[in-house]
Each structure stands twice: as C-alpha cells, then as structure tokens.
Nanobody, 117 residues
C-alpha cells in the first residue's frame, strides 16, 4: 500500500510562485510513477505533470516552461515548483502514485491553489 499527503497550496497573485509537496509512505519502492493532476471548478481533472521511477518527466502543454516536477533522493517526496502562475492555474491539485505490478492508483487528498489576477 502507498499513502500520499500533499501540502503547499495557497493564495498567490498572478506571476507569483508556489511549491507543492507530496509525501509518500508505505511501499514507496513499489512506486512506478508519480504525478500531479488538477481540477478546476466545473472542469474535469487533468494531468499536469508526471515523473517516472527513472526520473523521466512529462508536462501538460499549459504548464511547460513554468512548472517543474521533481522527487527527492529518498524517492518519498515529490514536488511541483510552479512559477509565473496565472489565474487559470487555479484548481485543486492532487498528487497521484501508480505502484506495484498491477499499477495500482493512489490519490492524495488535494490542496487548493488560488491565483488572483
């Protein structure tokens, strides 16, 4: 089993920065990939960025060049550095882990990011 806890959301003005953290516990060495997703009011949840166990990263076009996903050396914490934030980045951000031979899914509880104009 893998458990996830996010932190770091908040209110920021457009152009500002925030860093989100997602701490994993449990069977962290069974994690195949981790990622950040977001859901804005009235919209579907969408992928923002993901990182594989080998460190390969992918980003949604909307955040390329502004957001950076990373993991610490212990592989138990994932980060999302968000720069040049825009009002359209406002959403609840969720971290996700896929783990085990069946690629099981675990989600964090979500953290609110609000970007004011």
């Amino acid at each position: 089993q893998v458990q996830l806890v996010e932190s770091g959301g908040g209110l920021v003005q457009a152009g500002g920065s925030l860093r989100l953290s997602c701490t994993a516990s449990g069977s962290i060495f069974s994690i195949n990939a981790m990622g950040w997703h977001r859901q804005a009011p009235g919209k579907q949840r969408e992928s923002v960025a993901d990182i594989s166990a080998g460190g390969y990263t992918n980003y949604a076009d909307a955040v390329k060049g502004r957001f950076t996903i990373s993991r610490n050396n212990a592989l138990d914490t994932m980060y999302l550095q968000m720069n040049s934030l825009k009002p359209e980045d406002t959403a609840v951000y969720y971290c996700n882990a896929r783990w085990g031979p069946l690629d099981n899914d675990t989600w964090g509880q979500g953290t609110q990011v609000t970007v004011s104009p």
